[in-house]
């Protein structure tokens, strides 16, 4: 072999030793064995913060078994509804939207004392809303004759609609069913209410007390969702978003 040759072979054996050593290791994975992915997923699953969050979901009333709400989210499309506030006067959310932008509110009832505070700020501040050129809409699950209650002891301007159908609530997904416990507190509590009863239905239903701001496009521009219920949307907030 010339000299030149077995120079030549011996630079194509160090290359592909070189070529060789920079291929990824492969190992067997056993079917029975979850991979990294899986592995993650499961940890995940137990991570006792999210325990805790379900936790407090079940203190808040929520009956996680039947599903835990979510709410819209910013920028997706308001779900449109006619229905007739307490006064019998037809809400036409479409036709509102021609004219400004709306805020549309959950509450929980007039028996909620913290409901109660809010929509007492929140009156306070309506003209401000107003100015904006911005109509309000508040939507609860009780009867009609208690939302005249607490329209009178708020009092509010504004028009509050009876969801007992829960179709609004359902709609932009602020509905959750009250555990028992929950419910039992509340009716031993000083508040003495039966929810269900309060509400004319046979189960007890809540909304997550969120406050959207719809768009005159009807996208959602303004989004405050909380679960537990003493979180508020701030009047300040919400003109930020108007």
């Known amino acids: ?134 109509k309000v809409i508040a939507v609860a699950p009780e009867t009609s004759e208690n939302v005249e209650k607490a329209i009178e002891s708020f009092p509010i301007t504004y028009p509050v609609i009876a969801d007992t159908e829960l179709q609004i609530m359902n709609a932009y997904k602020v509905t959750f069913k009250v555990t028992d416990a929950y419910v039992d507190r509340i009716k031993n509590s000083r508040l003495k209410t039966d929810i269900a009863a309060h509400n004319g239905a046979d189960a007890a239903y809540l909304p997550v007390p969120a406050t959207y701001v719809i768009n005159q496009d009807k996208s959602i521009g303004f989004v405050q969702f909380d679960i537990d219920y003493r979180n508020r949307a701030s009047v300040e907030s919400i003109l930020n978003h108007l």
């Open 1 to 134: 072999m010339k000299i030149t040759d077995f120079l030549l072979f011996a630079a194509c054996m160090v290359f592909f030793a070189g070529f060789m050593s920079c291929q990824p290791k492969t190992e067997n994975v056993s079917e029975d064995k979850p991979t990294t992915t899986e592995a993650n997923v499961e940890k995940e699953a137990k991570n006792p913060v999210n325990d805790e969050l379900i936790s407090s979901f079940i203190k808040l009333g929520v009956n996680v078994e039947e599903g835990i709400p979510e709410g819209l989210a910013t920028g997706a499309q308001a779900p449109l509804f006619k229905a007739k506030d307490s006064k019998g006067e037809l809400i036409d959310l479409e036709n509102m939207l021609q004219d400004g932008p709306v805020v549309l509110q959950f509450y929980r009832g007039e028996w909620c004392p913290v409901c109660s505070r809010y929509l007492n700020a929140f009156q306070d501040s309506l003209s401000l809303i107003e100015a904006k050129g911005a």
